[in-house]
């Protein structure tokens, strides 16, 4: 008999993915709902970040169903299973995609787990439909601005709780959406998005 247990097993092996790190481990994305334990362990990460850099807490409101499947997804890194960053997009109410939680634990950074995330939240997010990601970051995540700058993100205008915040910083990039999200036969297995 499949109880519910072995499908969320079954559907969260169907969607890990494992990828090469520049020092040769191996990463594995996988999506996780955002009020899963250990998605709040590294969300939790991600605001003691916002209080050593900014001194306070992200204020932008967040649901966890927003980041369920197709509006969104929330995705955690581990490296030979321990939890080593994580990531996550969902539907903006009036526009694009917005990419959130990007974070990468201390001790694994430098290998590219971030650009690993970033990108497949970005094949998500396309995957999905979504012809543009959106993002808030600062002045005071110096690596987070030059990991965008790399990634081909530029500035577009603020919105949300930080709009006019001084120090923040408002990026996008457009997306080249996937031929299933258009209604065309695609030959490659879409990510993330389903």
């Known amino acids: 008999m499949c109880t519910?247990?072995?499908?969320?097993?079954?559907?969260?092996?169907?969607?890990?993915?494992?990828?090469m790190l520049r020092d040769g481990t191996v990463a594995t994305l996988r999506p996780?709902?955002?009020?899963?334990?250990l998605a709040q362990y590294l969300i939790e990460q991600v605001q003691q970040e916002y209080v050593r850099r900014y001194g306070g807490r992200d204020e932008a409101v967040v649901d966890p169903a927003?980041?369920?499947?197709?509006?969104?997804v929330f995705l955690v890194a581990e490296v030979d299973g321990v939890p080593?960053?994580?990531?996550?997009?969902?539907?903006?109410?009036?526009?694009?995609?917005?990419?959130?939680?990007?974070?990468?634990?201390?001790?694994?950074?430098?290998?590219?787990i971030a650009q690993l995330v970033v990108a497949a939240l970005e094949e998500g997010a396309a995957a999905a439909g979504h012809p543009e990601v959106v993002l808030n970051?600062?002045?005071?995540?110096?690596?987070a601005l030059a990991l965008y700058?790399?990634?081909?993100y530029r500035p577009v205008p603020g919105y949300g709780v930080?709009?006019?915040a001084p120090?923040?910083?408002?990026?996008?990039?457009?997306?080249?959406v996937s031929r299933a999200a258009t209604g065309r036969d695609e030959d490659e297995e879409s990510s993330w998005a389903s």
């Open 149 to 152: 700058a790399e990634l081909g």
């Open 162 to 164: 930080y709009a006019c």
């Open 167 to 176: 120090g923040a910083v408002f990026l996008g990039k457009e997306l080249t």
């Open 66 to 72: 927003e980041f369920l499947p197709p509006r969104g």
């Open 84 to 112: 080593a960053g994580c990531g996550a997009w969902r539907v903006r109410p009036s526009g694009p995609a917005e990419i959130k939680r990007v974070y990468v634990e201390p001790a694994f950074r430098r290998r590219g």
């Open 137 to 143: 970051t600062g002045q005071e995540q110096p690596e």
């Open 4 to 19: 519910s247990a072995d499908r969320t097993r079954a559907a969260e092996r169907s969607t890990t993915v494992r990828r």
């Open 32 to 37: 996780l709902p955002y009020d899963d334990p």
